[in-house]
């Protein structure tokens, strides 16, 4: 830059500047492209959000009836009781009424849900598949118990047998009475 005369180093300096400015607006574009986005998908998300739980209050007479509907078969069961024992023994005397053999049964840990407690049974069962749907009815429509089939695995049992095993995992859904102390 030693040979440039005043005027072509002024030349230089105001290129060099309005480069440097052309950058930082484009760099400024791309920022706000960025959060223009940004703001677009929170703006969905928010309608999305506004159309669901508008859904929901139109519905809530409808919504209302069913939970009271539902609330009516989760059993009370007394504070110190054991749970595993009364849904294995329900469970039991269910699939025996549903001719469904249980090989096993293994009782997972009491989960709490604000007042909702929760109890996964695993059993192993053998079935023709008649009986397996028998049962699996029978757990949905059953008095005063709750059932949810989590998972269920199912093989044939032997070579023309007509027979089905497999593994099954049952969440059973009650209440706790709270003690007279409290």
């Known amino acids: 830059m030693g ?8 030349i230089v300096l105001v ?16 920022k706000f492209d960025r959060d223009w986005t940004k703001a677009i998908r929170s703006y969905e998300s928010a309608v999305k959000t506004y159309r669901k739980e508008t859904m929901l209050i139109s519905k809530r007479d409808v919504l209302q009836a ?16 054991p749970s595993d024992t009364h849904w294995m023994a329900m469970l039991t005397a269910m699939a025996e009424r549903n ?5 096993g049964k293994k009782p997972g840990k009491e989960e709490h849900e604000d007042v909702l407690s929760k109890l996964d049974v695993e059993i192993e069962w053998t079935a023709s598949l008649g ?7 029978a757990l949905e429509t059953a008095d ?3 059932f949810d089939v989590r998972s269920i695995g ?7 047998t007509g027979y089905l095993k497999g593994k ?7 209440l706790r009475e709270e003690g007279k102390d409290k």
């Open 154 to 160: 199912v093989a044939t049992s032997g070579r023309n």
């Open 3 to 10: 040979n440039l005369s005043l005027r072509d180093r002024a």
């Open 168 to 174: 099954m995992t049952i969440c059973c859904a009650y």
């Open 131 to 137: 009986s397996l749907v028998k049962f699996m009815h």
């Open 66 to 81: 069913q939970y009271e509907e539902e609330q009516e078969k989760i059993p009370v069961l007394p504070e110190d009781s």
């Open 99 to 103: 001719n469904v053999a249980i090989s």
């Open 144 to 146: 005063h118990a709750m």
């Open 15 to 30: 290129v060099a500047v309005l480069a440097l400015y052309g950058l930082a607006v484009i760099m400024w574009f791309m």
